[in-house]
């Protein structure tokens, strides 16, 4: 089983629509978990993350988390063109090891 | 303006060549990391830095080494023992350990070795 998995995508959606991202993770000792996105041939850019259970909002991004579940999700409201990008979902190991997911591919319809 | 700066964008070597990448980041944060991607992949971790001289092996370290003789600089080396070293190389930084710190990213290497 990988660490990390997200819906493999591609994931496309309408303007204006939500975009709604799921990763789920094995090691329940995780504390600290990251969303990033990833435009075609650039570095990755971090746009959230979360410690706690429950959700955190930030702008038009709401990330979700459940511990017990296992899982950490990425809800994008009101989608824009410019939010077309791959999103990777990344999951502490230990303190100074990150495991990423595959990344979920994005393309906002106009 | 802080941040992370990787040269070259574009490298291309010959098959057997050694190669270093070059990593500097004035955020003064403590750790370092070296990750590589490939097409349709996640990013798996080579090495990373704590402190100064002192590095881990991360999950693919095979066909590569690093040195960290200064905080601001965490060069990688992608030796000719690495089998497919054609990949796109990110560097980052972390201010602490990545519970309470989030990984920062360089614009990226993207090396071809023909």
């Known amino acids: 089983q990988k660490e990390v998995e997200q819906n493999s995508g591609p994931l496309s959606v309408p303007e204006g629509a939500i975009a709604s991202l799921n990763c789920t993770y094995s090691?329940?000792?995780?504390?600290?978990f990251f969303w990033y996105r990833q435009y075609s041939g650039k570095s990755p850019e971090l746009i959230m993350f979360?410690?706690?259970?429950g959700d955190k909002e930030d702008g038009r991004f709401t990330a979700q988390l459940n511990k017990a579940s296992q899982y950490v999700s990425l809800l994008i409201r009101d989608s824009q063109p410019s939010d077309s990008a791959t999103y990777l979902c990344a999951v502490n190991v230990n303190d100074y090891k990150l495991s990423f997911g595959a990344g979920t591919t994005v393309t906002v319809r106009a | 303006d802080g941040g992370i700066t990787q040269s070259p964008k574009y490298l291309f070597r010959k098959e057997g060549q050694n190669v270093t990448l070059s990593c500097e980041q004035n955020?003064?944060?403590?750790?370092m990391y070296w990750y590589r991607q490939d097409p349709g992949q996640g990013l798996r971790l080579i090495y990373y830095s704590q402190i100064v001289n002192d590095f881990q092996k991360g999950d693919i370290a095979e066909g590569y080494s690093v040195s960290r003789e200064k905080k601001e600089s965490f060069p990688l080396t992608v030796t000719s023992a690495q089998k497919n070293p054609t990949a796109f190389y990110l560097c980052a930084s972390a201010s602490d350990r990545l519970y309470n710190s989030p990984l920062h990213f360089g614009n990226g290497t993207r090396l071809t070795v023909t």
């Open positions: 090691d329940r000792g995780s504390q600290s």
């Open positions: 955020l003064n944060h403590d750790a």
């Open positions: 979360i410690y706690s259970n």
